[in-house]
């Protein structure tokens, strides 16, 4: 059993950076595939970013491509966020699957953190 635990979220003016953070425990990433989802207020859960598990390639979602970028390193996973916009607000969850692609389903994924809250006012 893998846990997740998201660090890094709070509030952020429109045009700052703010990096996330996700601590595996439980398993190492090595085999995994590791990724980002959000959920605003009253809307679906959406895909951010993901990485693959078997050549570390990335997969972003349109609205964030240019602006935000996905690492791993040993078992943390991070999510950089660069010019933040209002609609950037939501909870952050990170994700890991084993032998994961770098999917946008989040029903392809199995492992989720807890979520970490972003706020970016205008």
């Known amino acids: 059993q893998m846990q997740l635990v998201e660090s890094g979220g709070g509030l952020i003016q429109a045009g700052g950076s703010l990096g996330l953070s996700c601590e595996a425990s439980?398993?190492?990433?090595?085999?995994?595939?590791m990724g980002w989802f959000r959920r605003a207020p009253g809307k679906e859960r959406e895909f951010v970013a993901a990485?693959?598990?078997?050549?570390?390639s990335t997969n972003y979602a349109d609205p964030v491509k240019g602006r935000f970028t996905i690492s791993v390193k040993g078992d943390t996973v991070y999510l950089q966020m660069s010019d933040l916009k209002p609609e950037d607000t939501a909870v952050y969850y990170c994700t890991a699957q084993k032998w994961g692609s770098a999917n946008s389903d989040p029903d392809r994924w199995t492992y989720w953190g807890q979520g970490t809250q972003v706020t970016v006012s205008s």
């Open positions: 990485v693959s598990w078997e050549d570390r």
């Open positions: 439980g398993r190492s990433f090595g085999s995994y595939g």
